[in-house]
């Protein structure tokens, strides 16, 4: 009964959730003013004070500040990828436009050279399911991994097993 809107948007406010958590808030509050009114909790002129609350200003705390490779920064990696194997993976990353989780997972079987492709059998969604060109610019990247482990992963560690996050950030 005490609850104002000034309560409500400061909630909303330091959330630090994105847009459509809001909504979702929103909604459930409205439920509940509604609930509260039927059963005469509140008086009716109450139940307006959850139209008034401003959601615009969401945003998304999981949000990461990512910023761009730069053609300099690319050249880089291709200037030391041959002396350094490990530079090879986020030229990959950049080129085929795989989440980190899909290189771990790319198995040798999945590389067809005479087609250009690879197939992306394992991903975070069932629409990630895809297959994958394989750019000129990384071609030799690929036979390069195709050939020099035994591992059945194109992208594995020193013992040839697939990559893991920890693993991955370590190297």
């Not at 500040?65 to 690319?74: A, G, K, M, P």
């Not at 087609?115 to 895809?130: I, L, N, W």
Request: charged share 30%; glycine share 4%.
């Amino acid at each position: 009964i005490d609850i104002k809107l000034d309560h409500i948007q400061k909630v909303a406010d330091q959330s630090g959730k994105h847009t459509p958590t809001l909504k979702k808030l929103k909604n459930l509050l409205g439920l509940m003013w509604d609930y509260c009114v039927k059963h005469e909790i509140l008086p009716p002129d109450k139940r307006q004070i959850i139209r008034y609350l401003d959601i615009t200003k969401g945003g998304n705390p999981n949000k990461l500040d990512r910023t761009v490779f730069s053609r300099e920064e690319i050249n880089l990696l291709w200037s030391v990828a041959d002396q350094d194997p490990r530079y090879q993976i986020p030229l990959f990353l950049i080129y085929t436009g795989l989440r980190i989780g899909e290189m771990y997972n790319l198995k040798k079987c999945d590389i067809s050279l005479s087609d250009h492709v690879f197939q992306v059998t394992e991903a975070k969604t069932s629409a990630g399911v895809r297959e994958v060109p394989i750019a000129d610019k990384i071609a030799q990247i690929v036979k390069f991994r195709l050939f020099s482990t035994e591992s059945d992963y194109l992208f594995c560690n020193t013992e040839g097993h697939r990559f893991s996050d920890k693993v991955f950030r370590d190297h």
